[in-house]
């Protein structure tokens, strides 16, 4: 009947128009700048996880919230690829005497907020000490450093009641301290969680943004640099599934992307370029080492067979393949306090871990809560290492965590004795402040020290550099020993790009890709 | 049940079902690694003999957590599922067995409950205590029992009106021991039905909340934290998707296709007949004989389900002509006018026969279509339900006008409007703009004619067009069909069973009897001497109900005494060898019943009956 | 008509309310204090207390529920715990993704299922057999798996479609669909086999009433008769079937969202499920909510629209 042959003809119609539909796509996934780069002259870029805050005092420090905020909030002192600090809002900086005690920054005269108010001194202060109050997680970095003084117009002193050597570092772009703050963001610090008021290269389009998804910046019209920001409009994507984040670069969504080591390999072969470098320990941080929830963890010998159970060597190729390599440490090899001996401290005996248990009292082995976040393969990891301590009779329930905000309350709520974490590059100091000194965070909740241990870092602090280092390997040895986290490997950070976008570098010194350097020539 | 386990899909559902519930029971004993039991150096490595479904990327054995997370998946379906038929099952009871203002207020609640959309309760749930899998699964059980409760309380109503629950009140029983006796025994086979199509929805719901994160903390096997798994290496290991989705698809289609089973079962199929003609391949057009006739109809026979409906039927109409189908309901009349028209019933099929319209063979039902609405038009009996209850007067007759005339939108008014007229409506604007509920059954007949009258046909099929209508309506159409005859020149093919209107509208009628022609011929013929003991008995029931001294009689105005046949025409299928009216005429011979007998032309009028002529008539 | 519009109106207001008391009484089943969850486990008991009367959580709870609903009927329904931004702007910004995501795989699956019931309800039974495949295939197959591997053929192995994400229809129509074809089909499949359903047996109803056979008689074509005709007096159980498939896709949306990574109220919602960010779920409550009861309305017109004798008795 007719009107069969013509329903016929609609369907084939209809087909037909998805295919049509569908063919665009080729085109635009076997271009390989993707969609949204080239005459328009912006980057879209995809972060595996939504940053903590957006709000400087809040941030947690991994490459996705800093991605954030370094286009939207200028540093005061920019740290190359290589590990050296040069100038940024600060012309110049540096210790003032020995001991590493005081610090002082000029800053360069003429520049603007981007609301167009004058960046000086005392809005540099302000700033500072806005990010100390505000008690992010990494606040513990500064140790005693919290004098923070304005001196004239152009000049900030910053003052410590106690040694530390990496000022430089925590005023530079890798750290909230280095990212500076408008006086109106500070005077209304509800505005930072959903606005910007930095004096960086782009400012955040709130109106075309969606919290926890995605984030709109276009360029600062009152950039001090004209000449380095280099896209007018910038969009940042929070894909949280690795291999999503992969389909999404890959089918021309994004033009560059925060990898993953399970995903660089298909990258790679899929003509991205992967930038990547190792930088970063994953593991199983033992919290309660005083045994105030979980009492086996007080007996050292626990700690060390729990360290012994783990196969740190299947556990990094399974996950990481050549993305990794099995580590016992915290300290990565670019810093002083790693030792490539130390790795050979844990070697995988799980008979050895099960006569430790015994020998401590716990020969059927015992239960432990865990707590991990899902960013960075620290909740894979965690359930690696559980399926080993499994083997040993220690068996665990894992609570995981997609938001890190959520990781961070759960872990300082002492409701969980140990849990998943991922760390590194960083400093003795840094790594110190975080796990062995009794200042809050999510790496040392239960605020354990031990005056050995502390002892140690106070002379490492005010050491110069030669002793300094010595010193930390030592501190470090000795935390190792003592078993206070489980570390299984070292994994690289990895950066996707289409070919033609350059300035994205990542080395073992400097671990976070420098947002002002991307750029597509 | 044991219906149900005939239809192999159900079974089949049925054992895929115990398979996976033996699986989760002994899920440890099954499994050939532990669930949590991690090998990192073979993750990911795909299926092969060791692993036969593949391994994760933890390198867990994924058979082993499909079997053993079987056990926290089908355990949420279980709690959902009994949560879902008691709230249900209890709420229905009450509802339909204590009934007035109980059921009132209940049923809005259970309404209301319904509407709230249940993602939004389980994520509030959840978002108290995300790892929790008890208390979401409870709260989407509470959350659908208003399904169930409709369905038990409407079973629970019925039971109540019976009358064994009156006795078994009278007997003394409590209303506790007569919803436990009584009426729960009714409920069983609809909240089985119910229960299977739930628990697939709660699967999918048990399954999906995992996937979200919501299952069981890690490491604890799941099927929707298996999907989650594999959604995080689709590039690395993509094989790893389908074993879990397979179960998890599996299993809710094996609840549904029990729960189809079921409801099969207790319900038997959807059965309806439909009018739609068959398709057909395009016809071609058979030379055409030369007659006289606007449709000649040839040894026409129709098979229902159980055998001839009706049974070489042939007949002619002249252009202009107006032919009587007279006999008893279940004669085979309409039958023969739908089959004519090619709009058979579905079940009904047309075995023998050729129809031919302008001498010109349709027999195809391609090329019959084309002729209907425009050769030929039908009215039939029932207006009140003859046009479409959705469309204005004037949407339908317009677009019939448009689609058999060709004609642009405003013709088609225009037309539509003059049909109105010709029918004798007084006020068509009116009429056109009404819809058919609104009008009365005299005024939808006309709108009927109209309708049929749209293509211009030379000939109309009016299938007992007045039956439905009170009786001064019923001389208001047969006088607007003179009419039409009149000015139009319209053949009519009249199915009736009232001589009055045959005797007023007819130039030859074809008596029917058990799907034969038992006689034809000119209706003045037929009144004066009809011939088969059929037409005679038919004729002087007729007389007897119209007024004695009327001659010919009027339409039906009740008085008695009554004449009528004794007897009743026998069904299809049991029709006797021999004259097929033997059983109940007057005048049976043996012969009468020896073989089948054949129409016999007599002068102007042609009988199916082998005795002599002069038969007197029964009454007169 | 009026009667039936009023009688919703009436059972949507006590829907609505039904719903802000349920999401209201979240807050005073969270075990601890929400001061906890805003502030931190670090601040002091002064700093609690301020937030909690700043809050309004030490007023009587009847109290607390007036202001909250107040707040709520303007749209606001304060700050996000987490992010501290105000919902009712952030929900604003997901709404026309959920919307298009769902009216879009609502359309997909009424033409889908209508489509197939109707070829159903005229076919032959072998047409009928592999309707009933489809129809169970389709209830079957969760969504949220059935994603995943459209994404696999899709966009990873035949790269023809965007893997994951959304783009604004503003940002250029054809991207808009081209993000949004993978997530309608995998949120329409399920819904249209419901609609199939219900559309083969109310049509195959129709078509067995007396004007069919009338209409067949005076010679109109069948596909007048099925897809003017019969479909339109079919319509009010399927448009009540395409009603709650269309709140069932609505729940579909929150799997969906997450698998495709579309910023809609969905993800957010599962968002702050897993971060216990209950005011950003009491207001996804009550949008959801509003949607529902305005899609019914929407179907309540149009059974005023293909049915004239409810119009006019």
Redesign the interface.
């Known amino acids: 009947m007719s009107s069969h042959r013509s329903r016929t003809r609609l369907l084939t119609a209809a087909i037909l128009a998805v295919v049509a539909l569908a063919l665009p796509a080729c085109g635009a996934g076997g271009a390989t700048t993707g969609a949204s780069t080239g005459q328009t002259g912006q980057l879209t870029m995809i972060i595996s996880a939504q940053p903590a805050s957006l709000d400087p005092g809040l941030m947690n420090v991994d490459p996705n919230n800093l991605a954030l905020d370094q286009l939207a909030y200028e540093p005061l002192i920019r740290k190359a690829p290589d590990g050296t600090f040069g100038p940024a809002l600060a012309t110049r900086f540096g210790y003032v005497g020995t001991g590493n005690t005081a610090f002082s920054m000029t800053l360069r005269s003429g520049v603007r907020f981007a609301d167009g108010t004058p960046l000086d001194a005392a809005a540099v202060a302000k700033s500072i000490n806005y990010e100390i109050k505000a008690g992010g997680p990494a606040v513990g970095w500064l140790g005693g450093c919290t004098k923070v003084t304005p001196v004239g117009a152009l000049r900030v002193d910053v003052a410590c009641s106690a040694p530390n050597p990496v000022l430089p570092l925590l005023f530079s772009q890798n750290a909230p301290f280095g990212l500076v703050i408008s006086p109106a963001g500070v005077g209304t610090p509800e505005s930072l969680k959903n606005a910007t008021a930095g004096a960086g290269p782009y400012t955040l389009d709130a109106t075309e943004s969606v919290t926890g998804d995605h984030y709109v910046f276009v360029a600062n019209k009152n950039y001090w640099n004209p000449k380095a920001v280099h896209f007018s409009r910038v969009t940042l994507k929070v894909i949280t599934n690795p291999d999503s984040v992969l389909n999404a670069i890959r089918s021309g969504q994004a033009d560059v992307a925060v990898g993953d080591p399970s995903t660089a390999d298909a990258a790679k072969s899929a003509g991205l370029r992967v930038v990547a470098a190792p930088s970063y320990t994953v593991g199983v941080d033992l919290f309660d080492r005083a045994g105030v929830d979980a009492k086996p963890l007080s007996d050292a010998r626990v700690r060390q067979a729990l360290n012994y159970a783990v196969d740190r060597t299947a556990i990094t190729k399974a996950l990481f393949g050549a993305y990794g390599s099995p580590t016992t440490q915290l300290v990565t090899p670019a810093y002083d306090g790693y030792s490539a001996a130390l790795n050979r401290q844990y070697p995988y005996d799980p008979a050895r871990a099960r006569q430790l248990l015994a020998a401590a009292g716990y020969p059927n082995g015992f239960s432990l809560q865990l707590e991990a976040w899902e960013g960075f393969n620290v909740a894979k990891v965690t359930q690696a290492i559980a399926g080993y301590w499994a083997k040993i009779g220690v068996h665990t329930q894992l609570t995981q965590d997609a938001a890190p905000a959520a990781w961070v309350n759960n872990v300082l709520t002492k409701k969980f004795p140990a849990g998943g974490f991922g760390y590194g590059g960083l400093p003795v100091y840094m790594t110190a402040q975080n796990w062995f000194q009794p200042t809050a965070g999510p790496f040392n909740p239960f605020l354990s020290q031990n005056p050995t241990l502390t002892g140690l870092l106070r002379q490492a602090a005010a050491a110069t550099p030669q002793q300094s280092a010595a010193l930390g390997l030592q501190a470090m040895t000795f935390a190792l020993d003592q078993g206070w986290w489980v570390s299984a490997s070292l994994v690289d950070a990895a950066y996707y790009a289409h070919p033609g976008i350059t300035g994205i570098s990542v080395t073992a010194r400097n671990i976070y890709a420098d947002m002002s350097t991307v750029a597509q020539p | 049940m044991r219906t149900v386990l005939r239809r192999p899909l159900a079974a089949a559902g049925a054992c895929w079902l115990l398979l996976v519930t033996v699986a989760a029971v002994f899920a440890t004993l099954i499994a050939p690694y532990g669930s949590e039991d991690t090998d990192l150096s073979v993750a990911l490595t795909g299926p092969g003999r060791a692993h036969p479904l593949g391994v994760d990327p933890l390198g867990r054995d994924e058979l082993s957590r499909l079997v053993v997370g079987s056990r926290v998946t089908l355990a949420g379906v279980g709690i959902a599922l009994v949560v879902f038929v008691v709230v249900g099952v209890a709420a229905g009871l009450v509802a339909g067995y204590l009934g007035g203002r109980t059921d009132r207020v209940l049923t809005r609640v259970l309404d209301l409950v319904l509407a709230i959309p249940a993602v939004l309760v389980l994520l509030a749930v959840l978002s108290l205590a995300p790892n929790d899998g008890l208390v979401p699964m409870l709260a989407f059980g509470v959350l659908s029992a208003p399904v169930l409760a409709r369905v038990v309380r409407a079973a629970s109503l019925q039971v109540r009106e019976e009358l064994y629950i009156a006795a078994a009140r009278a007997f003394g029983l409590s209303d506790v021991q007569i919803v436990l006796r009584h009426v729960l025994r009714r409920v069983v086979n609809p909240t089985i039905v119910q229960g299977a199509i739930f628990a697939g929805t709660a699967l999918i719901v048990q399954t999906g909340l995992a996937f979200l994160g919501f299952g069981p903390r890690p490491p604890a096997p799941s099927w929707g934290g298996s999907v989650q798994d594999a959604s995080e290496v689709i590039n690395r290991d993509p094989w790893l998707l389908y074993p879990c989705g397979l179960v998890i698809a599996l299993t809710v289609l094996a609840f549904g296709l029990v729960g189809d089973g079921l409801r099969d079962a207790s319900a038997g199929r959807w059965a309806t007949e439909r009018y739609l003609p068959p398709r057909s391949r395009r016809a071609t057009v058979v030379a055409a004989d030369a007659t006289d006739f606007l449709l000649s109809v040839r040894d026409l026979t129709v098979d229902g389900p159980v055998g001839p409906l009706i049974q070489d039927i042939s007949f002619d109409i002249a252009p202009g002509e107006a032919l009587a189908l007279v006999g008893e309901s279940g004669c085979g009349k309409s039958i023969t006018a739908l089959a004519t028209l090619g709009v058979l019933p579905a079940g009904l099929r047309r075995v023998t026969g050729t129809i031919t319209v302008d001498g010109k063979d349709v027999t195809d039902p391609a090329l019959l279509a084309a002729v209907r609405g425009r050769r030929i038009g039908y009215v039939c009996q029932e207006p009140m339900t003859a046009l479409d209850p959705t469309f204005t007067v004037h949407a339908q007759l317009a677009e019939a006008v448009r689609h058999h005339r060709r004609v642009g939108r405003a013709d088609a008014d225009q037309i539509a409007h003059t049909l109105l007229a010709q029918v004798r409506i007084r006020d068509p604007l009116a009429v056109a703009a009404r819809y058919p509920h609104q009008l009365s059954g005299g005024l939808a007949q006309r709108v009927c004619l109209a309708l049929a009258l749209a293509g211009d046909p030379a000939l109309l099929v009016a299938d007992e067009p007045t039956t439905a209508l009170d009786v001064r309506v019923q001389a208001e159409i047969l006088a607007l069909l003179h009419t039409l005859r009149r000015d139009r020149g319209l053949a009519v093919l009249l199915i009736t069973h009232d001589w009055g209107v045959v005797a007023d509208q007819c130039e030859r009628a074809i008596v029917l009897y058990a799907g034969q022609i038992v006689e034809t011929g000119p209706v003045d013929d037929l009144f004066q001497a009809p011939r088969h003991p059929y037409t005679q008995g038919l004729l002087a029931a007729s007389r007897s109900l119209a007024d004695p001294d009327a001659a010919p009689a009027r339409i039906g105005v009740a008085a008695p005494p009554l004449v009528t046949i004794p007897g009743v025409v026998p069904p299809a299928g049991q029709w006797p060898t021999g004259c097929r009216f033997s059983d109940r005429c007057p005048h049976v011979t043996p012969e009468c019943r020896a073989e089948p007998i054949e129409l016999r032309h007599d002068g102007p009028l042609a009988a199916r009956c082998i005795l002599p002529a002069a038969q007197p008539t029964t009454a007169r | 008509m009026v009667t039936v519009i009023r009688r919703r109106l009436v ?1 949507s207001v ?2 609505l309310l ?2 802000s008391l ?2 209201f009484l ?1 807050i005073s ?3 601890g204090s929400p001061a ?2 805003i502030l ?3 601040a002091g008991e002064a700093q609690y207390r301020a937030l909690d009367h700043q809050l309004g959580l030490d007023r009587p709870l009847w109290s607390q529920y007036l202001t909250w609903l107040g707040h709520a009927v303007r749209g606001d329904f304060g700050a ?1 715990w ?4 105000p919902i009712g702007q ?1 929900l604003a ?2 709404l026309p993704v959920t919307l298009s995501l769902v009216l879009g795989a609502t359309v997909v699956a009424a033409l889908l299922g209508v489509a197939l019931g109707v070829q159903s ?2 076919r032959s039974r072998s047409a009928r057999g592999v309707v009933d495949v489809i129809s ?2 389709g ?7 059935l994603g ?2 459209l ?2 053929a ?3 192995a035949w ?7 959304y783009v604004a229809f503003g940002a250029g129509p ?2 808009w ?2 993000s949004l ?1 993978l997530p309608w089909v995998t949120l329409a499949l399920g819904g249209s086999a419901l609609i199939a359903k219900q559309t083969r ?1 109310s049509l ?2 129709v ?20 897809y ?2 019969a479909l ?2 079919a319509a009010v159980p399927i448009l009540t079937t395409v009603g709650v498939v269309f ?1 069932g896709l ?2 579909g949306s ?2 969906v969202e ?2 495709f ?1 579309l ?1 809609g109220l ?13 005011p950003v ?1 009491q207001a ?2 009550m949008w ?2 509003v949607l ?1 009861v305005a899609v ?1 309305l929407l179907i309540d017109l149009a059974y005023v629209w ?4 409810v119009r ?1 008795s």
């Open positions: 059972s006590l829907l039904v719903v349920i999401s979240l089943l969270l075990p906890v969850v931190g486990p670090n996000s987490v992010s501290g931004q952030e910004q997901r309800a005229i169970l295939a209830a079957a197959i969760p969504g949220f798996w995943l591997v994404v696999t899709f966009a990873v790269p023809v479609l965007p893997a994951t994400g054809l991207s669909l081209r074809v047996d195959g109803e078509l067995s009433r007396p004007f069919v056979r009338v209409y067949v008689a005076n010679g109109l074509s069948t596909r007048s008769i099925v003017r005709h339109r007096n709140v609505l729940s929150v799997l997450s698998v990574a910023p969905g993800s957010a919602a599962v968002n702050a499920t897993t971060s216990h960010d209950l779920i996804f409550a959801f909510t529902v019914n293909v049915d004239p004798r006019i």
